[in-house]
């Protein structure tokens, strides 16, 4: 299966800080990516979709002030947390679904572990 | 309303027998895929299977197979001959047309193979 990247996989920062997230697709273009969250023991929730070239869209209670989303090519989309609060230490995953595919599969990164002090 | 309901927080296999996990669904399209993945503790999501609405015949990868009854609205996950590295969460999730790109995922069952 096609294969997609995160980095970093895990990341401590202070309270205050900004930390950015890389997500990438490997051997494949992705038209749309997604970023979750998710919290121990509970389902992924989707925060934002990105489409190259074009403002995110963010779901219902996402500040889209606090999470940044840049999908700046067919291969990459970052996430920036904007002074970043303990709560929102949480496990971030990145999705890709490939350029020309309809209701086909959806890649996965291996996920970033945020920790926020 | 729950898009996707999974209703088995945990299950437990003996290796090398099959285990099959629920998955119901709910949605008014006649068009959508239905999907499950694993994670393990690792947090990758490893897709696992995928069934379109439109597919007639079950789907089938390895070891797994979906179990797709469409007037009941369910895509069942079953596991044949479990392995102790098959120990993990696993997530039923759908993508219809309200939600044209966003993955609905259910809230997950653990999977544990006893040796």
């Known amino acids: 299966g096609a294969v997609v990247s995160q980095h970093p996989s895990w990341v401590i920062c ?6 950015k997230i890389e997500c990438r697709s490997l051997d494949f273009q992705a038209t749309t990516m997604f970023w ?10 989707l925060m934002a979709t990105s489409n190259e070239g074009s403002k995110a869209t963010y779901e219902q209670g996402v500040e889209k002030d606090k999470f940044l989303i840049n999908h700046a090519s067919l291969t990459l989309s970052t996430l920036t947390v904007t002074s970043a609060h ?13 350029f020309g595919r309809a209701l086909g599969e959806q890649f996965f990164g291996p996920g970033t572990r945020l920790t926020v002090l | 309303a729950q898009k996707i309901t ?14 099959t996990l629920d998955c119901t669904y709910d949605t008014s399209d006649q068009s959508y895929g239905l999907f499950w993945y694993k994670q393990p503790s690792s947090g ?13 015949q079950n789907a089938t990868e390895g070891r797994y197979s979906l179990n797709f009854q469409k007037a009941r609205k369910s895509a069942n996950l079953v596991i044949s001959a479990s392995q102790l590295g098959d120990s993990a969460m696993y997530f ?10 966003n993955l609905f995922f259910g809230t997950g069952t ?3 193979v006893i040796p």
Do not use: H, W
């Open chain 1, 14 to 19: 202070k309270s205050g800080t900004s930390v």
């Open chain 1, 86 to 98: 303990p709560e929102d230490s949480s496990f971030y995953i990145c999705s890709a679904r490939e």
């Open chain 2, 44 to 56: 990758e999501m490893i897709f696992l299977i995928y069934q379109g609405s439109y597919d007639e």
């Open chain 1, 36 to 45: 979750y969250r998710q919290f121990p023991k509970q389902s992924l929730m």
């Open chain 2, 92 to 101: 039923c999730a759908m993508r219809d047309g309200a939600g044209a790109n």
């Open chain 2, 6 to 19: 999974q209703t088995q927080p945990g299950m437990f296999v003996q290796e090398k027998e099959a285990v």
């Open chain 2, 110 to 112: 653990r999977l544990t």
